[in-house]
């Protein structure tokens, strides 16, 4: 029998430069920073908990549209923004 194994798949991108290091959602949402120093305790820590950990996110105020653009080369997807 095959062993399971199951992969948290956190669909973020890691922003930071040494110094700081931030985890930044799809929505543009920071939702972990250690901060002012990479070993720092964190600032925003909604990754660990969503209610009492905080965040940091600039949105619009109004009506968001969503673009999808596929780029083709020999007749198949090679890019999609």
């Known amino acids: 029998m095959e062993p399971i194994t199951k992969?948290?798949?956190?669909?973020?991108g890691l922003v930071g430069n040494c110094s700081y290091l931030a985890y930044i959602d799809e929505a543009a949402a920071v939702k972990w920073l250690c901060w002012?120093?990479?070993d720092s305790s964190f600032v925003f820590?909604?990754?660990?908990?969503s209610k009492v950990g905080g965040e940091f996110a600039i949105t619009p105020t109004g009506v968001?549209?969503?673009q999808t653009i596929l780029c083709y080369k020999h007749q198949r997807v090679v890019h999609r923004v």
Not at 7 to 12: L, S
Not at 45 to 49: A, E, N, Q, T, V
């Open 7 to 12: 992969h948290h798949q956190y669909r973020m």
């Open 36 to 38: 002012p120093r990479f």
């Open 45 to 49: 820590g909604s990754l660990l908990d």
């Open 64 to 66: 968001v549209q969503k």
